[in-house]
Structures are given as structure tokens and as C-alpha cells.
């Protein structure tokens, strides 16, 4: 699994990083860092829900 950013609509409102703060994270500057780009398959739930969770859709899971 992979973690995929949008960085063009991607608006630094930190819901992903609220509920998944192992694999995301805002800068001092609102800039979305992606902490692990290939989280454990056993995180996958957990994952799931930060992506979705992403109101402006910047945010998708590769296998």
C-alpha cells in the first residue's frame, strides 16, 4: 500500500494528520508532510479513514 498526495488540492487542513498522525503531518507552514509513504498493511484501516477523511479529495491508497 501506498499513500498518494495531491499537492494541488491539497489545502493543509490537517484532518489526516488528526486522525493519523504516524503517517501525517502539518509544517509550521500548513504544508501537508507525509511522514511514511508505504505504511504496514496492518495499518491499512487506520489509513483508510485519514484518506477519506481528506475534505478537498488530495489525498488516495495505492496497492
Known amino acids: 500500500m501506498r499513500i498518494l498526495v495531491d499537492r494541488d ?18 509544517d509550521d ?3 501537508m508532510v507525509l511522514l511514511e509513504e508505504n505504511p504496514p498493511e ?3 484501516d487506520k489509513v483508510h479513514a485519514a484518506v477519506q477523511a481528506c475534505p478537498v479529495l ?3 491508497l495505492q496497492d
Open 9 to 26: 488540492k491539497c489545502e493543509g487542513l490537517g484532518m489526516c494528520e488528526a486522525m493519523a498522525h504516524e503517517y501525517f503531518e502539518l
Open 58 to 60: 488530495a489525498l488516495s
Open 42 to 44: 496492518s495499518e491499512r
Open 29 to 31: 507552514d500548513d504544508v
